[in-house]
């Protein structure tokens, strides 16, 4: 086996081994730590995958239950539509004046049908005058209110005080207490 000195060309092979050890190292590294990114990417996903799929479930068995539901709830309302209707026939009939049916039965028939429905309109538009009501007396409740802050600015006004003490304390221009009542019966009458 060749020995060699320590001389340059040796060195030179170290650094080279070193360098090749130092790649090796970094691509085994490298391939390891993207085996274990892949490896926890793919646990990830099927841990998505699972709870996707138990959303789906649970998504599709409330959505039957919604569906059964909306079937016998349209059962029951065309049940109780055809009851209304056999009730407002045998309203119609009723009442000794029109038992033996035909036209006058169907007249009196047609005669609710109609009341039911000027009975509709006639909610629909005191709903409608109701909620006119509730506005106006907010603005005219707004409007008050804004009046009180105008007048209440205007009293603190220090000229209109003065004014205000100088007819107070003017005896002459206030009336008396029989001039008040004679004062008010004059105008009552216009």
Do not use: W
């Not at 959303?55 to 079937?71: D, M, S, T, W």
């Not at 309109?121 to 005058?129: D, H, T």
């Amino acid at each position: 086996m060749p020995h060699f000195n320590p001389s340059t060309l040796e060195i030179v092979l170290y650094c080279v081994a070193a360098a090749v050890l130092l790649f090796v190292g970094y691509r085994l590294g490298r391939m390891l730590g993207g085996l274990a990114a892949s490896r926890a990417l793919s646990q990830k996903e099927q841990e998505l995958f699972t709870a996707q799929k138990g959303f789906k479930n649970l998504y599709e068995q409330e959505l039957a239950a919604v569906r059964e539901e909306n079937a016998q709830l349209k059962e029951q309302v065309s049940g109780l539509t055809q009851r209304v209707e056999d009730y407002r026939k045998k309203a119609a009939g009723f009442g000794g004046l029109f038992s033996s049916g035909g036209k006058r039965a169907d007249a009196m028939y047609a005669l609710l049908l109609e009341n039911e429905a000027l009975e509709e309109a006639l909610m629909s538009q005191n709903e409608k005058l109701k909620q006119e009501r509730t506005d106006s007396l907010r603005e005219q409740m707004r409007s008050t209110s804004y009046r009180r802050v105008l007048m209440s600015q205007l009293l603190n006004d220090e000229r209109i005080k003065s004014y205000v003490a100088e007819i107070l304390a003017d005896d002459k221009r206030l009336p008396g207490p029989d001039n008040h009542a004679a004062a008010a019966l004059p105008a009552q009458s216009e």
